[in-house]
């Protein structure tokens, strides 16, 4: 059977016509069993365990764009070293923690403390990676191939890192806690941050880079208005008297510029970082609550004219 039958088969039945109208579909997939073999020769995932992989994640995130365009963000070597490590096939892991080296002990230095150390932080982020429990499949398995495996293990490290230390932290909170009074000890005031920072140090840089880019998509009068409103704290009514318009026309014009801006900062940054939807998500979940700080002051760097379309 050939690579694009077998994908076809383990498709859903509502997916199968566009699979089937991708004419190089065939040759796409034999290309990334190719890049793939290339990477990892010594990892013996079979080919048809690699093309049912590919099908059954398409199943899950196809709602979110075309097939073309998904097998366009497929990584086949990450894929390929993924799923040895999820088969448990031998020298998967261990290639995997040596390829990863540097960010798993970057992880570990930033987390690592007194009450967990190193060793314990490895242990865990391992276990949550690659064992499956009666409850839970092992983490290894949601990754989909779409954007780079290590952008995947640096946000799936710190969160696994993030949710040890507030359990560690809930539990001296509990022994400490006297009987019958309210609790003393409470989760750190950074740890709420722990996340943000990570990503600021991870991503700033490629952030600016996207948002400075898709301000550059807007309208010099949406970038003013945007400005205009964020920056000089200016209020829908002033807005409207500004550009003689009624204030929920300037609050719409707002909303529109603001909701561009957004979209274009999140292809940009996708694109750049070649993160698939799922897994920027999980970043913005991350950084949302300050989003809106860094709009405003990044629009402050900008160089149009306040008052020019005024």
């Not at 540097?102 to 865990?124: K, N």
């Not at 999980?282 to 306040?306: C, G, H, K, V, Y």
Request: net charge neutral; with cysteine.
């Amino acid at each position: 059977m050939s690579h694009s039958a077998l994908f076809l088969n383990h498709l859903t039945e509502e997916l199968k016509p566009e699979a089937q109208a991708t004419e190089d579909l065939q040759h796409r997939l034999e290309q990334m069993l190719q890049q793939a073999q290339e990477k990892w020769p010594a990892l013996a995932v079979p080919e048809p365990h690699f093309i049912t992989a590919l099908a059954e994640r398409w199943n899950t995130t196809a709602r979110r764009q075309s097939l073309e365009r998904w097998l366009d963000y497929v990584q086949p070597a990450d894929f390929r070293l993924a799923l040895a490590c999820g088969l448990g096939l031998p020298g998967g892991i261990e290639a995997f923690e040596k390829a990863y080296k540097s960010d798993i002990d970057r992880l570990l230095r930033r987390y690592e403390g007194p009450t967990l150390p190193a060793e314990d932080l490895l242990q865990s982020l391992r276990e949550k990676l690659f064992v499956s429990t009666p409850t839970r499949a092992a983490k290894i398995h949601s990754y989909s191939g779409q954007g780079y495996l290590q952008n995947w293990l640096r946000v799936t490290g710190t969160r696994t890192f993030i949710d040890m230390l507030r359990s560690t932290s809930k539990r001296q909170e509990k022994e400490l806690q006297p009987i019958g009074d309210t609790p003393f000890l409470n989760v750190p005031d950074d740890l709420q941050d722990m996340e943000l920072d990570f990503l600021k140090r991870e991503y700033r840089g490629k952030f600016k880079e996207a948002f400075a880019a898709a301000a550059q998509s807007l309208t010099s009068h949406q970038r003013n208005l945007l400005r205009q409103h964020r920056v000089f704290k200016r209020t829908v009514e002033q807005l409207g008297k500004l550009y003689s318009v009624h204030p929920s026309t300037a609050s719409r014009r707002v909303s529109k510029a603001r909701e561009a801006l957004l979209m274009a900062t999140r292809q940009e940054f996708m694109n750049r970082l070649k993160l698939q939807q799922q897994e920027f998500d999980s970043i913005m979940d991350m950084i949302r609550s300050r989003l809106d700080l860094s709009m405003t002051r990044l629009l402050q760097s900008a160089t149009d004219d306040p008052a020019a379309d005024a």
